[in-house]
């Protein structure tokens, strides 16, 4: 088999922009000031204020995650500053912030500890160096309960300085502090699909508010044509077309921002250019806004958190894997290669469609997912339709990235402070991100933003109160079904979607550990087993514990504990009218000797009990030879079993002729098949073994026989 020749760039045909190539970092000297060498998130990390101390708070507005000044530390920071390099160099931009972080927590630590007194009054001995760390320092990180991550981070940059250190001095034993494992709470599985219709329900408004806009601006450019050429011919039929009021201010509005577009040159007119000098009230009165402008031709944040939910909660991703799908690559969306070559999105013939993406927690590991085509919801083709979608903005974009590393060259060509090279480069791997982002939208400024799935609340209220889309979601959900008189909804998180997504995969393919792994791209059973347990199967324990505990004291209120009721109500929850009066049956049904349930008593079939005689009950009770009215009960395997092991102490010691005019070898014959086939084969084994030793001792006689003879040994 061979792979052929591919041809990889299929990018103009797929949203018309090129590939995004990486702005380098600018070069340093300075040992606590230098820049990161990721290919997009490089950033400049400054060692600085840990050697001279921070005492202000470095955010202009007071506000920020300021926690309070420390004292610089020079010596300390830098034998600490190669292993923070060598551990940053090719680290995202959150790592990287995330190092200085741990730094800047164990310098307020440091300084905590040594201004406290002992009972002497003296002070702990001040910290300059990785050779000062002692285990004080590791027990008062354990009495202020510290993150974990703060802890090990720290060690791991000390030891690596440690090893560098002359005289070079063993590593820290350390124990991190032990926290507790974050509990999920699942919410139930009817209340996830409640939330997965709702999201449907807004993405097919979605489509048909495009499909609409799209409308608008084919009848926009049918007016114009017709305006231009009034005996166009085809066009003349075209001016009278009806719209309805909506759809004529919709068209005005378009109309309006298409004249601003063709006159300013731009394809995204400022605010005051949309103004077209009139006030707002004057804007407002002849029906125009600017907010529907733009969105007649761009998707809107609103649009874009639909899509993006509505692919996360079908597709089971981390939402750092979907936030980050690379739109510069030209085969993130492919048809299935079961189904032919991989096009992108490029014949409808195909059934199946596939998108694939870099899983950040995984290191890299690309992450696949199928649908159908024919079904719009599904993640790949919510993933193409907003690609298509946010086409122009993502142009848009990759113009001003040109632009603006034409202007970080110049600057550097100029030799110019570092200041304001690293700000123009910063402004760079913006635009180089945002050209990379899927989830491109317009902004209610008229700038072209994207999704941040780190940032959720983006909605602001009348109280000023930012929430997040799904807080939205819930709201209406929520309302709706308290006027039913449902339980609503708690609060759920982006994350959750992919646990909801997990349980469904394991419910649905019945417990198959190796379909979920499949379903939520691990690389082991082991993760999807630790996953398991960790999200679904704790949940499920506690779930059954109060399901269990609820249907106990209902059972207590009744004045009754009815063990097949209960187990019922834990497993499957309450009894129907039909299943009740089948359990009312079943127990008024009457046993046969081997333990069968017999329907009809009174009237056995002849080949049974020949000689029966009207009204009495049947007297054979032979329930194994193909008697209609047997009814096989899962209690019913000692009886059976019993039955089967007479009827072998029979074949042992019945003279042959005796045992074959018996129809005994038809009778053994099905209680046999019986056991293999409704009892567990332990079970079975064990049944038997019982009524053998019984038959053997004498415990247990076979009808018509008496004692069985004790056989003699060989």
């Known amino acids: 088999m061979s792979i052929g020749n591919k041809t990889k760039d299929y990018l103009k045909e797929h949203a018309g922009v090129e590939l995004i190539s990486s702005a380098s970092a600018p070069k340093n000297d300075d040992p606590l000031r230098f820049w990161t060498g990721h290919p997009t998130e490089n950033i400049l990390v400054d060692l600085h204020p ?4 921070a005492y202000q708070n470095p955010h202009p507005s007071g506000g920020g995650n300021w926690a309070g000044p420390f004292h610089g530390r020079p010596v300390l920071i830098r034998e600490l500053a190669p292993a923070i390099h060598a551990r940053c160099t090719l680290a995202s931009q959150s790592t990287s912030q995330g190092y200085l972080a741990v730094l800047r927590f164990w310098w307020r630590l440091f300084d905590a500890l040594e201004a406290i007194p002992d009972q002497n009054g003296k002070t702990l001995a001040r910290v300059e160096s990785v050779a000062d760390l002692h285990a004080l320092h590791e027990s008062a990180a354990h009495q202020r309960n510290m993150l974990p991550i703060y802890f090990t981070g720290f060690v791991l940059l000390a030891n690596d300085a440690r090893k560098l250190h002359k005289p070079r001095l063993s590593r820290l034993s350390w124990i991190a502090p032990r926290r507790d494992d974050p509990v999920r709470r699942l919410i139930p599985q009817d209340q996830a699909k409640a939330i997965k219709i709702q999201l449907k329900q807004d993405w097919e408004a979605v489509r048909n508010a495009w499909s609409r806009h799209d409308a608008i601006r084919a009848e926009a450019q049918r007016r114009a044509a017709f305006a231009d050429d009034p005996d166009g011919g085809a066009c003349s039929g075209e001016q009278s077309t009806q719209l309805s009021d909506e759809a004529e201010r919709l068209l005005k509005n378009w109309e309006h921002f298409q004249r601003i577009q063709q006159a300013s040159g731009r394809l995204l007119p400022s605010g005051e250019q949309l103004m077209d000098g009139m006030s707002r009230p004057a804007l407002h009165y002849e029906g125009l806004e600017l907010k529907v402008m733009r969105a007649i031709s761009f998707p ?27 739109a510069s690559k030209p085969d993130i969306i492919f048809d299935h290669p079961k189904s032919g070559a991989q096009r992108v999105l490029a014949s409808e013939e195909v059934e199946e469609v596939t998108m694939k993406a870099d899983k950040p927690r995984a290191r890299g590991k690309t992450q696949y997912f199928t649908g159908l085509k024919k079904h719009k919801s599904s993640p790949p083709m919510i993933v193409g339709a907003y690609l298509e979608r946010s086409a122009p903005l993502r142009e848009q974009l990759r113009q001003d990235c040109d632009a603006a590393k034409a202007e970080l060259d110049r600057l550097r060509s100029m030799t110019a402070n570092q200041t304001d090279i690293a700000r123009q480069l910063k402004k760079v791997q913006e635009l180089q991100e945002g050209c990379r982002s899927v989830w491109l939208y317009l902004d209610g400024k008229g700038c072209i933003n994207w999704l941040d799935y780190k940032h959720w609340n983006r909605y602001k209220r009348n109280s000023g109160k930012l ?13 709706q079904r308290v006027s039913r008189g449902e339980q609503p909804i708690p609060s759920v998180t982006p994350s959750d979607f992919r646990d909801i997504y997990g349980r469904m995969v394991y419910v649905q393919s019945g417990g198959n550990i190796l379909a979920v792994m499949l379903a939520l791209g691990h690389s082991s059973t082991q993760s999807t087993n630790s996953y398991l347990e960790n999200n679904i199967f704790n949940e499920e324990s506690d779930e059954h514990a109060r ?13 009754r504990i009815d063990l097949t009721i209960l187990a019922h109500l834990v497993r499957n929850g309450p009894l129907t009218p039909e299943m009740q009066t089948r359990l009312e049956e079943f127990r008024r049904l009457m046993r046969s000797r081997v333990g069968v349930g017999c329907a009809d008593p009174r009237h056995p079939p002849g080949h049974v009990a020949p000689d029966h005689h009207e009204g009495k009950l049947c007297g054979t009770q032979l329930c194994l030879r193909d008697c209609p009215h047997a009814k096989f009960l899962p209690e019913s395997i000692d009886g059976i079993a019993m ?18 005019r018996g129809e005994f070898p038809e009778e053994l014959e099905a209680g046999e098949c019986l056991l293999n ?17 019984k038959i053997a001792s004498g415990d247990h006689l076979v009808p018509g026989m008496g004692p069985i003879p004790e056989q003699e040994s060989a």
């Open 50 to 53: 840990f050697a001279i101390g």
């Open 300 to 326: 809107t944040v609103e649009e874009a958190d639909v899509a993006y939910h509505l692919a996360l909660m079908g597709s089971g991703w981390n939402p750092s894997t979907l936030g980050r799908i690379d």
């Open 467 to 479: 929430v997040s889309y799904l807080d939205l979601v819930l709201e209406r959900l929520n309302k």
């Open 547 to 559: 399901r269990f505990m609820t249907s106990l004291f209902s059972e207590l209120e009744l004045g």
């Open 643 to 660: 039955r089967v092991e007479e009827l072998v102490a029979m074949y042992d010691n019945l003279p042959r002729e005796t045992w074959l």
């Open 677 to 693: 086939k409704l009892f567990k084969p332990g079970i079975v084994t064990a049944a038997r073994e019982k009524w053998r030793g």
